[in-house]
């Protein structure tokens, strides 16, 4: 996979349009000033635990005994859900109710940010090719940098994009996520088969 490739997964990943309308809405109570101050310390938060999970993620893996093909298949199923909750959206947010108050750490960097997803993501990125760490954290850097950009920038183009684009943009990535997650199982799969 090159790094553009894996940059463009974990973006889709990472999902900043179908998180705006969340992160609106979490950070709606604080002033103006403070939003902005919160929301770069909940990126930079979730920016360190996917660099955490990227680089330690496989000695993790191997503390737990647990195999790439198990993270690659937990991963596509985890994925395959949070793709069919972004194209079928319940009543219920995704990730549950959340505390009353600034948020600090959940439920913004994670699992909004840093979610289960992001998390196997780069760990199958770690280990798929462990030579090219640089060029997964150079895929996870602009993976993240077009996440702040867009969810810095999420009160304008919510105004300008609206509820049904915002939707429709959300489910689009919902589809190719859903995609993605079939070919994560498939390819772990094929990896446990094939030993």
Do not use: C, H
């Not at 640089?134 to 940098?145: E, R, T």
Request: glycine fraction near 10%; charged fraction near 15%.
């Amino acid at each position: 996979m090159s790094t553009i490739a894996a940059a463009i997964l974990l973006f889709m990943i990472l999902d900043p349009l179908g998180n705006i309308p969340v992160f609106l809405s979490q950070l709606k109570p604080l002033p103006p000033a403070r939003r902005r101050w919160v929301l770069g310390r909940e990126l930079l938060i979730a920016l360190g635990v996917l660099f955490g999970f990227l680089f330690f993620g496989d000695d993790l893996l191997r503390l737990m005994q647990l195999r790439q093909e198990s993270i690659s298949i937990a991963g596509g199923i985890v994925l395959f859900l949070i793709g069919l909750k972004m194209i079928f959206p319940g009543p219920k947010p995704m990730f549950g109710d959340t505390p009353e108050g600034e948020p600090f750490i959940v439920p913004l960097a994670i699992p909004l940010v840093a979610g289960p997803s992001g998390m196997a993501a780069v760990m199958l990125l770690a280990n798929s090719d462990p030579k090219r760490t640089a060029d997964w954290s150079l895929a996870l850097l602009i993976a993240w940098g077009g996440t702040a950009l867009i969810l810095f920038s999420a009160t304008a183009l919510y105004r300008w994009l609206g509820d049904r684009a915002l939707i429709a943009l959300e489910r689009l990535m919902g589809m190719l996520l859903v995609a993605l997650s079939v070919q994560m199982f498939l390819d772990g799969v094929a990896s446990y088969l094939g030993r």
